[in-house]
Every structure is written in C-alpha cells, then in structure tokens.
Nanobody, 119 residues
C-alpha cells in the first residue's frame, strides 16, 4: 500500500506563485507514475501534470508553461511549482500514484490540498 500526503496549498493572489508537495509512504516502484489533479468547485477532477520515475513529464495545455512538476525519488516526493496563477487555478489539488498490476492500472490518492487564487 502507498499513502500520499499533499501540502503547500493556500491562498495566493493572481500572478503569484505556489509550490505543492506530495510525499509518498510505502514502497515505490520505478514503473510508478505520479500525477497532479485539480478539482474546481462543482466540477470534475482533471489531470494537470504527470511525471515518471525517470523524470519524463507531461502537462495539460492550460498549465503548460506556468506549472512545473518535479520528483525527488530519494525523498519519495513530487512537487508542483505553480507560477503566474490565475483565478481559474482555484480548486482542490490531488496527488496520485498510478501503478500497473497484471496490466491493469490503479491509483492511490492523497486527501487533497486547497488552492485559492484571488483576483
């Protein structure tokens, strides 16, 4: 089992920056992919960025160029650097770890951290 704990959320003004962290406990495999999701108020949870164990990253178009995902495998921690934030970035940010088991993917989730961007 893996447990994920996010931190770093809070209130930030538009144009500002924020850094989220996600620390995993339990055994991490080199095939695990970690990702950040966001759930705006009243909307579905959507993926924002992902990163492999080796550091290859992917970004959703609305955050590409503003967000940066990184991972420190020695600390079992993933980060999300959020720059030039806008009010639409408001939501609960979730950390996820996707693992393959017999070819079937499943996700571990953190409890989420609230990010609120004021205009």
């Amino acid at each position: 089992q893996v447990q994920l704990m996010e931190s770093g959320g809070g209130l930030v003004q538009a144009g500002g920056s924020l850094r989220l962290s996600c620390t995993a406990s339990g055994r991490i495999f080199s095939t695990d992919i970690m990702a950040w999701y966001r759930q705006p108020p009243g909307k579905a949870r959507d993926i924002l960025a992902s990163i492999t164990y080796g550091g290859s990253s992917w970004y959703e178009s609305s955050v590409s160029g503003r967000y940066s995902v990184s991972r420190d495998n020695t600390k079992s921690t993933m980060y999300l650097q959020m720059n030039n934030v806008i009010p639409d970035d408001t939501g609960v940010y979730y950390c996820s770890l996707e693992r393959q088991s017999s070819g079937v993917p499943f996700n571990f989730w953190g409890q989420g951290t609230q990010v609120t961007v004021s205009s």
